[in-house]
């Protein structure tokens, strides 16, 4: 109900949003890009939370190693545009995709999940289509290791200085003597450490510590149609302006670059454009539902990395801006896997199996409440929507990279036909008139409700 009514509220803002645009005409709203005086220091202001590292402050050998892996992986044929459904209608994404990871993890965005191909993770039985493959998941692990210890720091950093920024603000407020203010700086700095107490590392480690890493892939130049981004006049876009989906909520999002830039393309900087240069790639940046901070577009080049810190991806959207070159990307997220794990699903099933008396020669139901049989039904619609036919809709093409998710999905399957045959038992005992009568009706009404909405999602699914 929170997730509807907060999606109503946004579409209503950007309702208002697009009116107030039409009234200021067409791509009136200002940006800044490096060449704009003011560039620096809207920047500090409204976008501190996005850290940009250059190339030359990444390790040369993890440069190599992780650009190698993605030309393997293309090379391999292994990254694909998603199928993805908004407002009931079914689009291919511009860009390509592959989803790498903790094994057992998904990813779900615009209604479609994904499934990862496991990295080389201890106490895991991963088999790989070939060595190259394997050697590119553990590089992009690798990556992800390092990510991970730079979005500590940067969260560190900006603890520290969001700290001293508090401290000098309280000395300044302090009605006293400069004396007095001097011989008390040390009590100021006490009182502070109590107020703006350095953020517990556990929390931190947990907002960093990503699970997987969405790769994406795109040659501007092989594309028929680019959408032109609406709002600032900042041309062609790779993907459209968006909050990252599911995601641990205040967990920073890192993204490794590589651009593949040829001389063509370096020499265009050179030119004296206004706005942006066309021939590089950007991130986009505004305030989320305001139109009176200017956009930022921030250049990206071959081997960047940029981190967006705790809520920046709430409070601001982002848009990626396509250039000339073909382009990678490695977005290393901390999904929120609280219903997106096969051990949670697995978890799932056995709660569900809790209600089937299963003897040598028959089945039968131990519990008809209302409230027991909804549980069951809510998570056969769960296995079957979420977790079987979406696998069985897109997942079977990562069978290019290993066949590791095959075993898991055949006893998810075993699972349903249980459910189906718990279905079936639970129609043939509502129909039996000894059920005392108001359990009768309230079991059957939650049990049509959900046998309705599986009727519903079978046609759509069949439909697509």
């Not at 500090?44 to 393997?72: A, G, W």
């Not at 545009?81 to 615009?110: A, H």
């Amino acid at each position: 109900g929170g997730t509807m009514k907060r999606r109503a509220g946004e579409r209503e803002k950007e309702l208002k949003k697009k009116k107030l645009l039409e009234e200021l005409g067409e791509n009136s709203l200002p940006y800044l890009t490096p060449a704009d005086a003011d560039f620096h220091q809207l920047w500090k202001t409204k976008y501190s939370k996005l850290i940009l590292r250059k190339s030359d402050t990444v390790p040369e050998e993890l440069h190599q190693m992780v650009q190698e892996s993605f030309l393997t992986l293309r090379e391999h044929n292994c990254f694909f545009q998603d199928l993805v459904r908004i407002k009931g209608k079914d689009f291919l994404t511009p860009v390509s995709r592959i989803l790498i990871g903790n094994p057992g993890c998904t990813y779900k965005y615009l209604n479609t999940r994904l499934f990862t191909v496991p990295w080389p993770t201890e106490d895991y039985d991963i088999k790989y289509c070939s060595p190259q493959i394997h050697d590119a998941c553990k590089a992009l692990m690798r990556l992800n290791d390092y990510l991970h210890i730079e979005a500590v720091k940067a969260l560190r950093g900006q603890n520290l200085s969001e700290t001293k920024e508090i401290k000098a603000t309280t000395v300044i407020n302090r009605e006293q003597s400069l004396a007095t203010s001097l011989t008390e700086q040390g009590s100021v700095s006490k009182d502070q450490s109590s107020v703006c107490v350095p953020e517990d590392d556990r929390s931190l480690q947990n907002r960093t510590s990503y699970n997987l890493t969405l790769l994406n892939y795109m040659d501007p130049l092989q594309m028929l149609y680019l959408k032109q981004e609406p709002y600032f006049g900042m041309g062609n876009m790779a993907v459209s302006w968006h909050h990252d989906e599911n995601l641990v909520e205040k967990s920073t999002v890192a993204v490794y670059n590589y651009s593949c830039e040829d001389s063509a393309i370096q020499e265009s900087h050179e030119q004296e454009l206004k706005g942006r240069d066309p021939a590089v790639w950007h991130i986009g940046l505004k305030v989320a539902w305001d139109i009176e901070t200017p956009g930022l577009a921030v250049p990206l080049h071959q081997g960047d990395i940029y981190l967006m810190l705790d809520d920046l991806n709430m409070t601001h959207q982002h848009c990626v801006l396509a250039g000339l070159s073909p382009r990678f990307s490695s977005t290393h997220r901390v999904a929120d896997s609280s219903r997106g794990t096969l051990e949670y699903i697995l978890g799932q099933c056995e709660l569900a199996l809790q209600n089937l008396q299963t003897d040598s020669d028959s089945m039968a139901l131990k519990s008809l409440e209302a409230a027991v049989v909804k549980q069951v039904e809510e998570i056969h619609n769960e296995v079957e929507f979420e977790w079987l036919r979406q696998f069985w809709f897109q997942g079977k093409r990562y069978l290019k990279c290993t066949d590791w998710w095959l075993k898991p999905m055949a006893k998810l399957e075993e699972f349903w036909r249980k459910l189906e045959i718990m279905t079936s038992l639970v129609l043939s005992e509502v129909r039996k008139e000894q059920q005392i009568e108001e359990q009768r009706k309230e079991t059957i009404s939650c049990f049509l409700l959900l046998l309705k909405e599986r009727q519903k999602l079978r046609q759509e699914w069949t439909a697509r």
